[in-house]
């Protein structure tokens, strides 16, 4: 094979016993893709395989919820019993054919749950709806819950799991002095706040044994008395501790996602990779940025500036799963872009209907027509 035409991009890195061939991995992406009740549908099989064939080392599928109580959405993909193992198997299958190693993550979305009586560290209001505090026994109840999806994860064939504490979930929302205002062992301190995420990260690492356990981890709420970078660096630091094999660096949740400075700031290209880069300083385990990285030339520059030790693609692998063999090749201008002004996907999503990207080719329109009949 040719020598790459970016070799920090193409170096391969070991992550916790892994072997991932490149730095390039997909960040979890929700699309609407699985079926009602989070079945594992043709559309999200065929997704993924499409996905892994685009040469990135890692793909880590999109939130699957731990309890229907904590699903954000009706096409949520389902890992809370073991009558969906099945389902998870053959959508780790299509992702490891094709020589990707496989990921799902895991999450319970608490305050943000698609459910009528949704739970939170604290009865916080959000968009209209203030949310039940949980009681310490409900929270030992979802650490609980949280290993038994890790487990299933496992048993079902993928090669790692993710803990999903970003975008203002429930892990998220423990740590955030904003939306946890409790007075007992779970709230007040900083110790006291990032108590559960870490209570359950040790849960999970005890029911998987030697597995590796990933986080995606929320490093500035980017709201006014909330959750920050150094408390992050801070719990990241608490994370490696306990045996995490990676962080998934985000910013904002979806509070402030549609601030007019912060939705001014995500059309900027790598918006997120500042807070990769303050995680990293505070860690030795392997770090993911992402966040509008949309050129191969870019994501060089931050391996090669040590910002970041991978880059994750959402988005930008989505619109075009040629990414990473043009990168190889050097052809970035041949790369299909996704474009700051556009939000199209997400607001299909919001409205409940599986996303089409309208940059998409006419080949791949008719692909993904032919597969919603599957749904």
């Not at 035409?5 to 916790?16: G, H, I, R, S, T």
């Not at 607001?347 to 309208?358: H, Q, R, S, T």
Request: hydrophobic share 40%.
């Amino acid at each position: 094979m040719s020598k790459p035409a970016y070799p920090f991009l193409f170096k391969p890195l070991n992550v916790d016993g892994l072997r991932l061939k490149n730095r390039i991995t997909m960040a979890p992406l929700y699309l609407g893709y699985a079926g009602e009740g989070g079945k594992i549908s043709p559309l999200l099989l065929a997704h993924y395989r499409r996905m892994a064939a685009s040469g990135a080392a890692m793909i880590v599928v999109e939130n699957a919820g731990i309890t229907p109580a904590g699903s954000g959405a009706s096409r949520v993909i389902r890992c809370d019993h073991n009558r969906y193992i099945p389902g998870l198997q053959k959508l780790a299958g299509a992702i490891q054919e094709k020589n990707a190693k496989a990921a799902l993550q895991i999450n319970h979305a608490g305050r943000f749950a698609h459910t009528s009586e949704p739970v939170a560290p604290s009865a916080v209001e959000t968009f209209g709806r203030t949310p039940r505090a949980l009681t310490r026994k409900e929270i030992v109840t979802i650490e609980k819950q949280y290993a038994a999806a890790a487990k299933r994860v496992k048993e079902a064939g993928f090669d790692l799991v993710e803990l999903h504490g970003g975008t203002g979930y429930l892990l998220a929302q423990f740590a955030s002095p904003h939306t946890n205002r409790r007075g007992d062992l779970y709230g007040g301190s900083f110790d006291n706040r990032i108590r559960f995420p870490l209570e359950v990260l040790r849960r999970v690492k005890d029911a998987v044994g030697d597995f590796p356990v990933g986080y995606r981890l929320l490093a500035d709420e980017w709201l006014p008395a909330g959750f920050d970078l150094e408390e992050a660096a801070a719990l990241s630091r608490a994370l490696e501790e306990d045996g995490v094999a990676y962080l998934s660096v985000m910013g904002g949740t979806y509070e402030s996602f549609f601030l007019p400075d912060v939705a001014a700031m995500s059309k900027k290209p790598g918006y997120m990779v500042p807070l990769a880069r303050r995680i990293k300083k505070a860690v030795k385990v392997p770090v993911i940025t992402a966040g509008r990285i949309s050129t191969p030339a870019r994501a060089e520059g931050i391996l090669k500036n040590k910002e970041a030790d991978l880059i994750g693609l959402a988005r930008v692998l989505w619109v075009d799963p040629r990414w990473p063999k043009l990168a190889r090749q050097g052809l970035d201008r041949s790369i299909r872009k996704c474009s700051p002004k556009c939000n199209a996907c997400m607001e299909m999503v919001m409205k409940g209907k599986p996303a089409v990207c309208p940059r998409w080719d006419k080949e791949t329109r008719r692909w993904h027509r032919d597969m919603l009949a599957g749904l």
